[in-house]
């Protein structure tokens, strides 16, 4: 079946733009995550969800990050004006539920780059 | 402050070597351990998790991991390395519903 899939694969904007990221989810799958990876560095949680709602936004960097989730399926993480510190691969994972035994499956994640 | 790391950056091993990817952790009570793997230009792909049970973890692509509680780590291993296990390697911590990562380790495997 379909992995998780994430839109576009990459995005090049300017400082001070405002960019959204798509995630699509693994059907079925109620959590949804998302995580950023900077260059040379490791996986930064960001925000997940179940279902709709977002319990844990705590990874967020700051307010110019928002991130939502509709009908319990696709998210969109949003980034308004972008700084060049923002840039990195933004990944998105979605698993059966929060459980440590449900396995995250990850997506090919979205580089972006902040000129 | 991280509750796993990856003391390694790099790992340079020939085809057919044994291959050792380390991980520590420093998490209070129970750990609850994992490990990824990520091709290039592909996402994360799930190796192996420890929860409870055997310390001696086995998971895909012939890797196994092994829990020691003494020494607070979980390396990664594989008795013998092909050039395909080239790609960088994550170690991560799940606690309050989420994954915490080490900053991973780069493995390359010369023919």
């Known amino acids: 079946g379909a992995g998780v899939s994430q839109s576009p694969s990459n995005k090049v904007t300017e400082k001070g733009k405002d960019v959204e990221l798509r995630c699509d989810p693994i059907s079925g799958h109620t959590a949804l995550y998302w995580y950023r990876q900077r260059l040379g560095q490791g996986l930064e949680f960001l925000i997940y969800f179940q279902g709709n709602s977002a319990p844990d936004k705590s990874g967020l960097p700051s307010d110019r990050f928002s991130a939502e989730r509709t009908g319990g399926s696709v998210s969109t993480l949003t980034i308004q004006r972008t700084q060049q510190e923002d840039s990195a691969v933004y990944l998105c994972a979605s698993s059966l539920g929060t459980s440590l035994y449900n396995e995250q499956f990850f997506g090919p994640g979205t580089r972006l780059t902040v000129l | 402050a991280q509750s796993v790391a990856q003391p390694e950056d790099q790992v340079n091993v020939a085809e057919g070597n044994p291959l050792t990817v380390k991980c520590t952790y420093s998490v209070s009570g129970n750990p609850y351990l994992f490990w990824y793997v990520q091709y290039p230009n592909r996402g994360l792909q799930f190796l192996l998790k420890?929860?409870?049970?055997?310390?001696l973890v086995k998971g895909s692509y012939g890797f196994e991991a092994e829990f020691n509680k003494s020494q607070t780590s979980f390396h990664l291993k594989k008795p013998s390395a092909l050039v395909s296990d080239s790609a960088l390697y994550f170690c991560?911590?799940?606690?309050?519903?989420?994954?915490?990562f080490g900053a991973g380790t780069t493995v390359t495997v010369r023919a």
């Open positions: 420890y929860i409870t049970g055997d310390n």
């Open positions: 991560a911590d799940y606690n309050d519903y989420k994954l915490s």
